[in-house]
């Protein structure tokens, strides 16, 4: 494989990579290889539970293990996939698009290959829709689209759902069709109540076996390979052992955190940055790693009485999906009845607060935030972990938007059959959720991360010193080398990212194909 010449490679082997080796190799004569940093599984009864399990998130054994700022005096966890799958195979299996209007917006900022219209097609490709066909719903595709059922609900999701009702909100059963919001059953990327389909197991699985298709797992990408401008193949460490692999194209999909993190070792990003480390610059583009956008998300939350722990039960169920007050924008807040959360993985700050391992509650998700954020380097060792500062609350409009959010939740727990599980709500009672400074000391407090980063790499046009790759997810200034992740995506999504990163997959590798 040393001396062998790819068509493709392609980095990371995740939500977009998968996708993005299925359809590229699908030509017999392209030689396409997928390297992936953490271990891969061929079958699906050589897969862990952990992976296979949708009701809970994988937060531990297939984990990259980051750690983000949240804001200057404050530093959490920031799980992210390393596993073939990515965090298709380890996250919480919501399956939602983005908004007609996201991808648009993309268009009328110059990126006209990525209006709504044209991936569209792609979203529709990716799909296997169990509950809703017609023109905006796929049929046969890898990723299987489930709904809960109402027999498959638990009491306080139930309870959750009736109350959203009661306080006015519109029923939404199908969370995925375009002029779709309100409330309704959680679009999740299962074929059944329990399993999770990865873009490893919806991918992969059916094209292990070509011929053209070479799959190098537990190997870490130190740096793209660059001659004269133009890429030749990629620096590579598996153990203890370094080694190059040679192509025509590197195509990047590592993420919003890996990926800006393997261009600046090659040399491509902020000249600055790459100077204090002693890295030669081959490409000076200040957009590398800048413009890193995350949804934040707080919550109320209730110590569970015992026996009313939901455990073993899918962390969400039913989700709300509406407008922020004075916004203009539908669905730019998003909030769910929570099962549990396991404060030692999430939430791991409310765990004195609450003086118990475990809560449910309301948790509410700013979905299109202000503050923006950060990926630096500290080494040009690629065991070392990059920063991640993503500068939570740094514009003031999202702590209206959360404090907004907060009282959303404590009034939707009201319901006694939310309050009567529960027995003490965690840091807020009557009188401190309507003080204005209680509410935002208990928002600095509790913000945590929903685990979408984004807009690390992101595509713009040329005049714009923002802008890391083109429409087509090329790296300006260099010959043969792409990006197609969610670290190119020029704005946030009304959604979670995970079905959108898997749409960036299907769409780089139509323009791909057509070069």
């Not at 610059?281 to 009485?305: A, E, Y």
């Not at 990059?386 to 319901?415: H, K, T």
Request: charged residues 25%.
């Amino acid at each position: 494989m040393q001396g062998e010449i790819f068509d493709d490679i392609i980095i990371g082997a995740g939500s977009a990579g998968a996708p993005l080796a299925a359809r590229l190799s699908a030509d017999p004569a392209r030689r396409v290889a997928l390297i992936e940093a953490g271990p891969d599984y061929s079958a699906h009864t050589g897969t862990p539970a952990d992976l296979l399990d949708g009701n809970v998130m994988s937060l531990v054994d297939h984990d990259w293990r980051f750690a983000a700022d949240v804001m200057p005096d404050r530093t959490i966890r920031f799980p992210q996939g390393k596993v073939t799958g990515g965090s298709s195979s380890v996250g919480n299996t919501v399956a939602i698009r983005g908004m007609p209007g996201d991808y648009d917006e993309w268009a009328e900022a110059g990126n006209t290959e990525w209006s709504w219209s044209k991936v569209l097609p792609h979203f529709l490709a990716l799909e296997d829709d169990l509950d809703f066909g017609g023109e905006f719903h796929g049929r046969g595709g890898p990723v299987p689209i489930r709904r809960w059922r109402p027999g498959e609900l638990t009491v306080v999701q139930q309870s959750f759902l009736d109350s959203c009702l009661a306080a006015g909100y519109p029923r939404a059963d199908d969370h995925n069709h375009p002029e779709s919001t309100g409330v309704g059953p959680i679009p999740s990327n299962r074929r059944d109540a329990r399993t999770r389909v990865s873009t490893a197991a919806g991918y992969l699985t059916a094209v292990r076996a070509r011929e053209n298709l070479t799959i190098v797992a537990d190997t870490l990408v130190d740096r793209v390979l660059l001659r004269d401008g133009m890429v030749r193949g990629v620096a590579v460490v598996t153990g203890s052992t370094s080694g190059e692999l040679h192509a025509r194209r590197v195509v990047v999909a590592a993420g919003a955190v890996c990926t800006p993190a393997i261009l600046m070792r090659s040399g491509i990003g902020p000249e600055d940055e790459l100077r204090r480390l002693g890295i030669d610059v081959r490409v000076g583009l200040p957009g590398v790693g800048s413009g890193l956008i995350d949804q934040p998300r707080t919550g109320v939350f209730l110590v569970p009485k015992p026996g009313a722990e939901n455990l073993g039960k899918s962390t969400g169920q039913i989700v709300l999906r509406t407008a922020a007050a004075g916004s203009g924008r539908a669905n730019d807040m998003y909030y769910a009845m929570i099962n549990g959360f396991d404060l030692a993985h999430q939430f791991p700050h409310l765990r004195r607060a609450a003086d118990a391992d475990r809560v449910f509650g309301v948790m509410v998700v700013a979905r299109e935030p202000r503050s923006r954020g950060r990926v630096t380097l500290v080494s040009t060792d690629p065991h070392e972990q990059p920063r991640i500062e993503l500068n939570y609350l740094s514009d003031e409009s999202d702590y209206r938007l959360l404090a907004d959010g907060v009282r959303v939740c404590w009034e939707l727990a009201q319901s006694p059959k939310v309050r009567d599980w529960g027995k003490r709500v965690v840091m807020l009672d009557e009188s401190t959720i309507d003080s204005d400074d209680a509410v935002r000391a208990y928002v600095k407090a509790t913000v945590d991360s929903t685990y979408n980063p984004i807009g690390t790499a992101r595509m713009g046009l040329g005049d714009d010193s923002a802008s890391v790759v083109d429409q087509r997810c090329a790296v300006y200034g260099v010959d043969g080398l792409y990006v197609a992740d969610a670290s190119v995506m020029p704005a946030m999504v009304r959604a979670n990212i995970n079905l959108t990163a898997i749409m960036i997959g299907e769409r780089v590798a139509e323009l791909l194909r057509a070069e």
